[in-house]
Nanobody, 125 residues
Framework: QVQLVESGGGLVQAGGSLRLSCAASGRTFSNYAMGWFRQAPGKEREFVVGISWSGGSTYYADSVKGRFTISRDNAKNTVYLQMNSLKPEDTAVYYC??????????????????WGQGTQVTVSS
C-alpha cells in the first residue's frame, strides 16, 4: 500500500502561481511513476502531468505545457507540481497518483494504483 497526501491548493488570481505537494508513505516511493490529474465539476478526471520513477522523464498535457512543472524528491518521498500563469480553466480538484512501474508513465487514470484525496485549486478571473 502507498498512501498519498496532497497539499498546497488554494485560491489564486489568474496569472498567479501555486505549488502542490504530494507526500507518499508506505512502500518504496522510487518504485513508482507519479502523475497529477485534475477534475473540474461536471467533467471527467484528466491527466495533467506524469514523471518517471527517477524523474528523468516527464510528460505534460498540452493545456499545461510551459506553465506547469513536475518534479520529485525520492529522498523526501514527495512529488511537486509548480503551477505558474494560472488560468480560470485550471480550476479543479488536483489529485496525485502512483503507478508501479520503472518503464511506463501512464496518462490514463485507470492505470494508476494509488490515489490521494485531492486538493482544491481555484483560479479567479
Amino acid at each position: 500500500q502507498v498512501q498519498l497526501v496532497e497539499s498546497g491548493g488554494g485560491l489564486v488570481q489568474a496569472g498567479g502561481s501555486l505549488r502542490l505537494s504530494c507526500a507518499a508513505s508506505g512502500r518504496t516511493f522510487s518504485n513508482y511513476a507519479m502523475g497529477w490529474f485534475r477534475q473540474a465539476p461536471g467533467k471527467e478526471r484528466e491527466f495533467v502531468v506524469g514523471i518517471s520513477w527517477s524523474g528523468g522523464s516527464t510528460y505534460y498535457a498540452d493545456s499545461v505545457k510551459g506553465r506547469f512543472t513536475i518534479s520529485r524528491d525520492n529522498a523526501k518521498n514527495t512529488v511537486y507540481l509548480q503551477m505558474n500563469s494560472l488560468k480560470p480553466e485550471d480550476t479543479a480538484v488536483y489529485y496525485c497518483a502512483a503507478h508501479s512501474s520503472f518503464r511506463r508513465v501512464p496518462a490514463v487514470a485507470g492505470d494508476y494504483d494509488y490515489w490521494g484525496q485531492g486538493t482544491q485549486v481555484t483560479v479567479s478571473s
